[in-house]
């Protein structure tokens, strides 16, 4: 068994596909709140600039899903799973024009995923 450290639900894997042939590759970046609060923001690859202060967690159904490092400091012990909900976000992701907004959902890894995880 693959352990990731972000994965996708079915039904947010369909949104990105809509959202992939009006715009063209994507990319996700975990936001750590402010004006957007702390959700999951699509933007076409490369639209959001990524830097040094920002991690690759893994990919989503194609998309690199990158966060803040210190924001990954508070959630390096947690699998992230990428889903969909109705309703409308108060931010720049793609997804909002649909009246959807992705989620994320959250896990606390066992202590033998994060053995596993320090020897990947």
């Known amino acids: 068994m693959d352990l990731e450290r972000v994965k ?32 999951p923001m699509c933007f076409e690859e490369g639209e959001f600039k990524i830097g040094d202060s920002d991690v690759l967690l893994g990919q989503v159904h194609g998309c690199n899903f990158y966060m803040n490092r210190d924001q990954f400091e508070y959630w390096k012990h947690t699998q992230l799973t990428l889903d969909i909900v109705p309703g409308r976000g108060s931010s720049f992701s793609l997804e909002i024009p649909l009246g959807l907004r992705f989620h994320i959902r959250s896990r606390i890894f066992t202590d033998e995923e994060m053995e596993r995880l320090q020897t990947m």
């Open 8 to 39: 996708i639900t079915e039904a947010a894997k369909k949104v990105i596909d809509e959202l992939r042939a009006k715009h063209g590759p994507l990319m996700f970046h975990q936001s750590g709140g402010c004006c957007d609060g702390s959700q």
